[in-house]
T-cell receptor, first 112, second 111 residues
Framework: GEDVEQSLFLSVREGDSSVINCTYTDSSSTYLYWYKQEPGAGLQLLTY?????DMKQDQRLTVLLNKKDKHLSLRIADTQTGDSAIYFCAETHSNSGYALNFGKGTSLLVTP | EAQVTQNPRYLITVTGKKLTVTCSQNMNHEYMSWYRQDPGLGLRQIYY???????DKGDVPEGYKVSRKEKRNFPLILESPSPNQTSLYFC??????????FGSGTRLTVV
């Protein structure tokens, strides 16, 4: 399938903002998602954005989409130790039956 | 509560012994899917189902079977498990455009 790329690790201090980046190659992507996985747990949908949107904000989370550059980012404001987890970027499009195509995940470590 | 339920959560089995991982959703979703998660490889789709009696291969279907006889259930069958199928498995159902709901995962070890 098409590629979804993420950096593997990110470390931030508590209270700072975190920015997790993702790039994708499929120009027909319809929806783009951010999922969170805590240790030993399943995947929790954090937020998603439709491909005709540039930005979506939901409390501490801000998603930015640059469709021209195929770049998606997730900003977490006032990062807390409870935000430490793996964050997955994923894309889907109608001509793949809306299958989720995941990046390999970014491990976010929040230090006190 | 809307959810996807997988069973078992943990399973250790021996090579060649047939097993089934069950998945059930209570949201009346048409689309269901199975993924496996492996270190360094992320999540990869095994099989998916668009509706009852409609199933199709994902990216890594070899060694797996599925069935979709009822809308709520989508079991994953390993007819002859091998050690390379040791993995963390997730079932998911699609909530329309808003994304997928995932089960809690099944950690399978094949020895």
């Amino acid at each position: 399938g098409e590629d979804v790329e993420q950096s593997l690790f990110l470390s931030v201090r508590e209270g700072d903002s975190s920015v997790i980046n993702c790039t994708y190659t499929d120009s027909s992507s319809t929806y783009l998602y951010w999922y969170k996985q805590e240790p030993g747990a399943g995947l929790q949908l954090l937020t998603y954005i439709f491909s005709n949107m540039d930005m979506k904000q939901d409390q501490r989370l801000t998603v930015l989409l640059n469709k021209k550059d195929k770049h998606l980012s997730l900003r977490i404001a006032d990062t807390q130790t409870g935000d430490s987890a793996i964050y997955f970027c994923a894309e889907t499009h109608s001509n793949s039956g809306y299958a989720l195509n995941f990046g390999k995940g970014t491990s976010l470590l929040v230090t006190p | 509560e809307a959810q996807v339920t997988q069973n078992p959560r943990y399973l250790i089995t021996v090579t060649g012994k047939k097993l089934t991982v069950t998945c059930s959703q209570n949201m009346n979703h048409e689309y269901m899917s199975w993924y496996r998660q492996d270190p360094g490889l992320g999540l990869r789709q095994i099989y998916y189902s668009m509706n009852v009696e409609v199933t199709d291969k994902g990216d890594v279907p070899e060694g797996y079977k599925v069935s979709r006889k009822e809308k709520r259930n989508f079991p994953l069958i390993l007819e002859s498990p091998s050690p390379n199928q040791t993995s963390l498995y997730f079932c998911a159902s699609r909530t329309g455009a808003g994304g997928y709901t995932f089960g809690s995962g099944t950690r399978l070890t094949v020895v």
